[in-house]
């Protein structure tokens, strides 16, 4: 079992669902990117998504944009993301680590060369924002042998038999996009979100998580009841970019916390 099939096991027993926030690689800097991580887990993260900086992001919101822009004034590039998996993993060996990007960088590596790096610097999965399921085979081809899981969007208007094609092919858990819109929208309709997860589980046995728009605990909180996973990205990156560099590892903790504590209270 991967690391993020035993985290939803182990998360199932207790009746709980995962917590996974996400920020851009190299956000305020790139030196503050394994002490975020560090703190991430320890305010009750279960999976870390990572952005990869790309200059031509086509799902983000201007929040997460303006991050992964910082990110590329500070020089962090593909390698540089992999470089801080490694040091992660220098003193955690269990939180999986997922990468969230754009196909572009991984093709100028190298697919093969992209899934080996992977898997030694210790991802666990990879999501390819403009991959689609006939155009990701090559990829998860590659990574299925090393043990890392391929990590699919689907959103509210994904076919029936898209999300067939999908479900048969993703690994780890499904992202499901809960708006029409980008990163950071507002407006999520939890009765719709409700309708379209059920539609998901006819079509894959994989966990599901969703995400885009989340807010505040209370959202998440009801978004868990029916998800088996909540992302949060946009209002941990307006966290990072509203304070001072040395107090944003203690501060997206806190916020983490507060996300945690209140999905915790009714799952």
Do not use: W
Not at 124 to 137: H, R
Not at 189 to 214: D, K, L, M, S, Y
């Amino acid at each position: 079992m991967s690391r993020i099939d035993v985290t939803f096991e182990h998360l199932s027993r207790q009746r709980r669902k995962a917590l996974i926030p996400f920020f851009s690689v190299g956000d305020p800097d790139l030196a503050s990117c394994v002490p975020i991580m560090h703190a991430m887990v320890e305010g009750g993260a279960n999976i870390l998504e990572l952005g990869v900086p790309f200059s031509d992001p086509m799902a983000d919101g201007p929040t997460i944009q303006r991050s992964s822009e910082r990110a590329l004034k500070n020089g962090v590039n593909l390698r540089q993301v992999l470089e801080q998996v490694a040091l992660f993993r220098q003193q955690d060996t269990q939180t999986p680590v997922v990468l969230m990007g754009y196909a572009n960088p991984i093709e100028r590596m190298g697919l093969a060369s992209f899934a080996d790096a992977c898997a030694k610097s210790g991802v666990d999965g990879v999501l390819v924002v403009d991959y689609p399921p006939d155009e990701a085979v090559g990829l998860s081809q590659l990574l299925k042998p090393l043990g890392l899981d391929s990590i699919f969007l689907i959103s509210p208007t994904t076919t029936d038999d898209r999300m067939r094609e999908i479900g048969e092919l993703a690994t780890g858990y499904l992202y499901f996009v809960s708006l029409r819109g980008v990163t950071g929208a507002a407006h999520i309709n939890p009765q719709e979100v409700t309708f379209q997860i059920n539609r998901i589980r006819n079509h894959t046995a994989v966990p599901v998580g969703v995400g885009f728009g989340i807010r505040d605990g209370e959202m998440a909180r009801q978004l868990s009841q029916v998800a088996d996973a909540v992302v949060v990205g946009s209002r941990i990156v307006e966290e990072i970019e509203a304070n001072p560099v040395q107090e944003v590892p203690q501060r997206v903790k806190a916020l983490i916390s507060r996300f945690r504590q209140t999905m915790d209270t009714t799952t």
